[in-house]
């Protein structure tokens, strides 16, 4: 079973999680509302259970919550793939949303790296401070191991850029860790 549970605990932010890339229940509750919401369109859109509990210092902004939960999300990512074989690796996905288009491209390569580009009309989704966004998605990235390009090439609403964001994201990893019976998808035979 292709799963993991994380549990990650600073001074800033408690994190349970659990993954299945397989699908099974969704969970979600971190305190901030729009952040649950986007969290969950990633699971459902994605196929994934996912099991999200976040404690974190929203007294004093949103940053320590999304970002360390998006460290325990590449975590758990890593470590459901295991070495990274037998799947397409790859996958791209466009989401468009009323007036905003939003496309992910990434590579489950064992490189980490980061490509965002958007530019947010709005400071804030409800309790959600927008500028969050590339922290999260830099944070996954970054402990997932993955290669992940993700761009808004249109839009004015703030709430559907992130969404498209999240859900072109989804789709994206739903391909690239879609199951292919062979081995390691690289000339040097490793990740």
């Known amino acids: ?26 969970e979600i509750s971190t305190g901030i509302g729009f952040f649950d919401h986007m969290l969950n369109a990633f699971a459902v859109h994605g196929g994934f259970g996912l099991n999200v509990k976040v404690t974190g210092d929203l007294e004093v902004d949103t940053h320590h919550t999304v970002e360390d939960t998006g460290i325990a999300l590449g975590l758990a990512f890593k470590d459901a793939l295991g070495d990274m074989g037998g799947i397409n690796r790859y996958g791209s996905f466009y989401i468009p949303m009323d ?18 580009h958007a530019e947010f009309n709005e400071e804030r989704c409800g309790d959600y401070e927008t500028c969050c966004t590339e922290e999260f998605f830099r944070a996954f990235a970054m402990n997932s191991g993955i290669t992940l390009h993700l761009n808004v090439l249109y839009g004015s609403n703030s709430h559907h850029q992130i969404e498209a964001l999240f859900k072109a994201m989804a789709h994206a990893l739903k391909i690239a860790v879609t199951q292919n019976n062979g081995g390691i998808l690289s000339t040097k035979g490793v990740l």
């Open 99 to 116: 007036e905003s288009l939003a496309m992910c491209a990434l590579d489950i390569s064992n490189r980490p790296f980061l490509v965002f």
């Open 1 to 26: 079973m292709r799963t993991s549970a994380i549990e990650r605990n600073t001074k800033e932010t408690q994190i349970k999680m659990q993954l299945n890339l397989d699908g099974g229940d969704v």
